[in-house]
């Protein structure tokens, strides 16, 4: 018996007109669904007719639930993973059901998308030639400044996201370990009314941060860039 499909598909970060038309049909065609959060997809997915079975996969349960992901492939039913906005896998849940599909020869189907850290770029300013995405910081300061000093003199631009709680905190990190006139750049609520890309040095811009509110993008420029 073949085996279903695992597909991996981008969704919206923030306007729901971004959703593809090809999204809205793979979407239509697979039985289940895994999702970062349940509740969050049925308002992504109410009116494009989905009507697969949503299941809750996300950081606190991706480990346990693969298993039982995987299976649903090997009876063969075609399987979507999504995060809650943009690319899974990319700072979000999806690795290691792509990865066990992978060591088991189970076909996966990348559907791309939105992806805040591309857009972020995109509109940024900063040289795009050559960029490395970070991730999240980190909670601590330490492990902050820590990772700040090791890229600190890589000729790339620098992408991280950061939450609304420790924005003001990172930025004064990289004022600490770059220097004030590191140019920098910050995006928030991407393709939403409230759309905000403020692009400068640190010191700048941690005067003119906007009111706190979901996740940043941060981007830093290679060491010797100037506006």
Known sequence: MATGTLFVIATPIGNLNDLSPRVAETLRY???????????????????GVTAHLIAYHDLNETTQVAN??????DGKNLAVVCDAGTPTISDPGFRIVR???KIHIPV????????AITALSASGLPTNRFLF???????????????????HFEATLIFYESCYRIEAFLQDIAHVMGPQRVISIAKELTKLHETILTGTVGDLLSQLPPCKGEFVVLTAPPEFVL
């Not at 970070?134 to 600190?152: N, S």
């Open 30 to 48: 697979c039985t289940t669904i895994a999702c970062e959060d349940t509740r969050v997809s049925k308002k992504v997915f109410q009116n494009i």
């Open 100 to 102: 066990e599909c992978q």
């Open 69 to 74: 992901l995987v299976q649903k492939l090997r």
């Open 109 to 116: 189907v990348p559907i791309p998308g939105p992806n805040a």
């Open 134 to 152: 970070l991730g999240f910081p980190g909670h601590k300061q330490h492990a902050r400044l820590q990772l700040l000093e090791e890229f600190r």
